[in-house]
């Protein structure tokens, strides 16, 4: 009987040490972002849109489109070992014709539709964070809207999810950033998808666009 009594709460203590939280998000500053909080993210920056067509001198222009980037968000490991996590995008609201990219340490894929995208962070150094951040972000279309993700982490071992948040990606639809740059005399010399891989022609959803002086552009191919 004693020992059947200590199986268990080996296996209780067991249970809640799998449940511990691992990973949590935290902002640029090492805070940590409540599990279960409710983030808006409306400051707008931009993305570039290619138009193709014969009425265009060099067959296409550029055109500047608003986003609304992911801004200050990470993901730690808060344990004493190397851990590896998975991250979940679940994209609830999406308005029609705009897109979501989600990345994770430079991972990146994007959606058009309402989804999921779950990201892996391999071999998180303790008290180590990961950068969700950089080039995630909503697409927008020139009208207002809001789009709603929600963010989760479960760490390697982990019963439940460690941690929560949902992230309102809002545009007024006041902010503009639209412009059309023509650059006739500066040749593209390689092309790549969001995720890195290079790319013979356009492909549909965002692409990268590296030129001959060494700028590179984001651009959203239709």
Not at 18 to 35: L, P, R, T
Not at 71 to 76: A, D, I, M, Q, R
Not at 186 to 206: F, H, T
Request: aromatic share 8%.
């Amino acid at each position: 009987m004693k020992k059947f009594f200590t199986l268990c709460i080996l296996f209780v203590v067991g249970c809640i040490s799998m449940n511990a939280q691992s990973f949590s998000f935290v902002d640029e500053n090492g805070n940590v972002i409540e599990n279960g909080a409710t983030l808006t993210m409306d400051k707008v920056g931009s993305i570039q849109d290619i138009v193709y067509g014969s009425e265009y001198p060099n067959g296409y222009i550029i055109v500047e489109k608003p986003t609304v980037p992911l801004g200050g968000v990470y993901v730690k490991n808060n344990s004493s070992q190397k851990k590896n996590c998975k991250i979940k995008y679940d994209v609830t609201t999406l308005p029609a014709g705009t897109s979501f990219a989600a990345c994770c340490a430079g991972n990146c894929s994007n959606i058009g539709n309402v989804g999921s995208i779950e990201k892996e962070a391999n071999d998180v150094e303790p008290n180590g964070t990961v950068d969700i951040s950089s080039q995630t972000e909503w697409v927008p279309g020139e009208a207002a809207g809001t789009c709603v993700v929600k963010l989760s982490i479960k760490g390697e071992g982990s019963l439940t999810t460690d941690s929560e948040i949902t992230v309102n990606f809002v545009y007024s639809g006041s902010t503009s950033v639209n412009g059309i740059h023509n650059d006739v005399n500066n040749e593209v010399v390689a092309r790549y998808s969001i995720d890195g891989q290079l790319l013979n022609a356009p492909q549909k959803g965002i692409n990268i666009l590296k030129y001959a002086d060494g700028r590179t552009e984001k651009v959203i191919v239709k």
